[in-house]
């Protein structure tokens, strides 16, 4: 890699671009998956939001992971791009939340929408704390240092 290459800003390589653009094709692919297999009672959108609050649980595990072991380069950058950026980002959906929300409301159930919202939004918050603190746990587990 040239000096020029070095410094350019990781979203301007190709490479880069290719393991997030894989990364979210294989997210949205599952994501399409687990939206067909999982049941959506009354036609609240519970698909939606298990895949919501799994993917932030697990960007907060791997972020934190990640971040634990060291500088964000070589494998790690990869992992974070393919993983984080390109699979959970394509997994999770902001856009469907949004839309599901919309359709409840548009359908007279007000109450199930707010709730909806505020399970998603509360829920995430909440499930991006426990990724971070199981990242933490696993962290120290793995170095051998009591938690």
Do not use: Q
């Not at 020029?4 to 290719?18: D, Q, S």
């Not at 971040?67 to 974070?80: A, C, E, I, M, Q």
């Not at 856009?95 to 929408?113: E, I, K, N, Q, R």
Request: charged share 10%; aromatic share 8%; net charge positive.
């Amino acid at each position: 890699m040239t000096t020029t290459e070095a410094k350019r800003p990781v979203h301007l390589h190709w490479r880069f671009i290719g393991i997030v653009a894989a990364g979210g094709v294989v997210g949205a692919l599952s994501r399409y998956a687990l939206g067909l297999v999982i049941p959506a009672p009354g036609a609240w959108p519970l698909p939606t939001l298990l895949i919501n609050l799994s993917g932030a649980l697990a960007l907060g595990a791997l972020l934190e992971g990640l971040s634990r072991r060291g500088p964000d380069v070589g494998n790690r950058r990869v992992l974070r791009l393919a993983l984080g950026t390109g699979y959970l980002g394509a997994y999770t959906t902001y856009s469907t939340l949004a839309m599901d929300a919309v359709h409840l409301f548009s359908a007279g159930s007000a109450p199930a929408a707010a709730a909806y919202l505020a399970a998603s939004l509360l829920g995430g918050a909440v499930a991006t704390t426990a990724g971070i603190w199981l990242g933490a746990w696993h962290h120290r587990r793995a170095v051998g240092r009591p938690s």
